[in-house]
């Protein structure tokens, strides 16, 4: 109910912005401004730019305006009324023909004071119950999300019932501007962007070390689960993904090929992995003794997002999808799905990552497959989600256009929601493609396809993972997990000595050889978020032992070297925070 509340406060304080911004630049052309998670924004069109400079002046209007006690007034007007009111607003205007899609239609518009503006609402009743407000950022913003367009100005801001509550958000932001994973990558040698890709990333040596880690973890529990590994081509032919429905419900962020020999584009550059697998499947007859047959692939997939859609390495346009397909019969599929939550929740724990809720994503507009599939494939997500006692929430037309999903949305350290793992339910793409097995009396039957991801993105859940431990990586991860730091010039070489036989021990480690003081090095390991610092000296080097140091400042004192790695590869092994 709160959440509502703040919605409305929220969508009422983007038409309070719009208003101030009227009274400070009369000029200005108004698009739209909705209310979204966590706050508002709304689109303009300045004659001459602003910045987050003109923040203050715009509040101070704002206040002025909310002071006033102004109701929100609503009202119903014909659709040629609308367009002599907004004869000024050619935005508007195009909203208003898009929204007279019939003769004598009427819309609705919400006045505050002298302000109008087109909207459905709802709105508060009065400007007094608006609470506390803060601009944030300004930012580009095509109009409609379409590239086409002339780029608008966006105004983001939020709002709160209290002041409390809003000082909690912007530390909160704060704090996350320190754990953007875009500035950590760059501080700490992960990754980088270029024009030359664009929107794609550049793995360093020391981002790729990670990288290859999740892969490891990855092959690690699905060969204990009995999942075979294949890999499939990056481009396919354009029939095939018109066979899938792909072509259809995906064409506009999809990479086209135009090979020599043809005249126009025949092949595509494969947006998700489903496809190829589906062929494997092919290449020879199936029985019911190799159900349930579980194919996963570390697949490399492009999807041409909209640049004002990515994000660093949370939104790329190039990603590795680590999707599996599984195979079963229909008495399997409960079963499998199951052991598909449970293998989530593996993962999960393993990050220290928590489940804020689980959506069960129900038929869309575009689906394929019958009614009774649907209902079918709908019922027994219910089913399961109702055996393992697991608290959903439904989120009506938003499956898969093939089938219902599960979808995982996890909360990190900062209280924030990822949406990673997805579990697909698919009857129809077996129909599609003419999928068959033999059952245990030689009948043909058509199997059942399970779709699923645990990280989904695996640079998104890296993203988001950096930002969740603020780079301090957990040892298994970290691209240098050791750092020998000697006290003087005089220790170099026990260091060097120190350094050889980690290495020898397959511990990634670093010497720190600069000519810099002790306590300096100690400070840039620090900022550097290295789990362990071995300082050495005389006194060390005469007991053939380290002084070892945890991130985070903690003095563990003198130990052996055997006593170090066998710590670190506990560590390791656990897979265990320092």
Known sequence: MEEKKLEVIRHSCSHLLAAAVMQLWPDTKLAIGPAIKDGFYYDFDFLKPISETDFPKIEEKMAEIKARNLPFVKKDISVQQAKKLFVNQHYKKELIKELALEEGVSLSIYTMGSFVDLCAGPHLKNTKDIGVFKLLSVAGAYWKGDEKNKMLTRIYGTAFLTKKELDEYLA???????????????????????????????WHHKGYLIMKELFSYWREIHEREGYLEVRTPEILT????????????FLPKMYRVLTPEAKEWDMAIKPMNCDGGILIYKTKQRSYRDFPLKMGELGVVHRFEASGEVTGIIRPREFTQDDAHIYCTPEQVKDELKKVIELCFELYDTFGLKLDHLELSTRPENSIGSDEVWIKAESIMREVLKEKNVPHQINEGEGAFYGPKFDFHLKDSLGRTWQCSTIQLDFALPEKFDLEYTTKNGSKERPVMIHRVLYGSVERFLGIFIEHCAGAFPVWLSPVQVKVIPVSEKSYEYGRKVREKLSVEKVRVELDDRNETMPAKIRDAEKEKIPYMLIVGPKEEQVREVNVRVRGEKNLGNMSLEQLLALVKEDIAKKRQV
Request: net charge neutral; no cysteine; charged share 35%.
């Open 172 to 202: 909160m932001i704060e704090e996350a501007k320190k754990r953007d994973h875009r500035k950590i990558g760059k501080e700490q040698d992960l990754f980088s962007f270029h024009p030359e890709g664009q929107a794609d990333v550049f």
């Open 238 to 249: 354009k029939a095939v993904w018109k066979q899938s429905g792909h072509l259809d419900n």
